[in-house]
């Protein structure tokens, strides 16, 4: 179990928690559901939430910011997101970068593992708790690249859990779950999840920060690991049909950005550069 620390917010109000997150389109939030403001919720807004649910029962609040930003690269998080972090003096600091770097066939595994663990060192000095997350490693494919990406996400989620130890984070293993790689818990896009598979994920994180309260996890403890029900099985030309869309719409422009040396996040600001207090919605 992780947990957050108390500290004296404006007024004497108790801030019970002061969320901080960093990282690429998981933290983001990208496929989500919109908010009011045109950004996407994703799973870092909603454990916000559900936090600030469990700090107002006693009286105190929580204060977020979330600095993702779609594509960035390991060594962007750390550069541009991780400073800001360190400035905002977060009690829980959720720290997620890497895969980007893992789906690039040129990056040096083993150097990209000792970058990361020096990322988390850092991240460990700004946050007294940071968390830290393994990968998805197959969202339901199958074939040679599917797998060569799978190997290549294992090996990076077993320095993920190493790291962790080594600096003391707390993990969310999110690969050890088999349900989060049903692809109905994803984007057609195949890179991020869906409204439903960023509602598991804050569950899970909720449940390593130590909340315990059902209605506040949306369920059970350990709900978010239940697989779907089972589906009817699909004809293999309504599968070509979905893969050939896919490669036209998400795998092609992907690999355009690549060729240009380009990414989504290119001039893009985060959502939340700035500490607010979280409301409870009644």
């Not at 490693?137 to 074939?143: D, I, K, S, V, W």
């Not at 315990?212 to 369920?219: F, P, Q, T």
């Not at 403890?221 to 009817?232: D, I, S, T």
Request: contains cysteine; proline residues 4%; glycine residues 10%.
């Amino acid at each position: 179990m992780c947990s957050g620390t108390e500290s004296e917010g404006e007024g004497g109000t108790v801030v019970t928690a002061r969320l901080v997150c960093v990282g690429d389109s998981f933290t983001e939030g990208m496929c989500d559901e919109l908010r009011a403001d045109g950004h996407y919720l994703g799973w870092a807004d909603r454990v916000a939430r559900s936090l600030a649910q469990v700090s107002a029962s006693s009286g105190g609040q929580v204060e977020y910011a979330n600095l993702a930003v779609r594509g960035k690269l390991l060594d962007q998080v750390v550069d541009e997101q991780v400073p800001v972090a360190v400035a905002l003096a977060p009690s829980i600091l959720t720290f997620h970068a890497g895969p980007n770097d893992v789906l690039r066939r040129g990056t040096d595994l083993a150097d990209l593992f000792n970058r990361y663990d020096e990322a988390v060192r850092q991240a460990a000095v700004a946050g007294e708790q940071v968390v830290v997350f393994t990968s998805i490693g197959r969202a339901g494919g199958t074939g040679r690249l599917a797998q060569f990406l799978a190997d290549r996400f294992a090996r990076f989620n077993g320095n993920v859990r190493s790291v962790a130890e080594r600096h003391g984070a707390c993990v969310v293993d999110l690969e050890a779950v088999d349900a989060l790689t049903d692809r109905r818990l994803g984007h057609t896009g195949r890179l991020h999840l869906n409204a439903a598979g960023h509602t598991r994920v804050a569950a899970a994180v909720l449940e390593r920060l130590g909340v315990e309260d059902s209605d506040i996890l949306g369920g059970d403890a350990g709900w978010w690991r239940e697989p779907l029900p089972p589906r009817p099985p699909a004809r293999r030309r309504d599968d070509l049909a979905r893969d050939v869309q896919w490669a036209r719409e998400h795998l092609a422009p992907w690999v355009l950005r690549r060729i240009k040396g380009t990414s989504s996040g290119d001039g893009r600001e985060p959502k939340d550069t700035v500490l607010h207090s979280v409301r409870v919605e009644n």
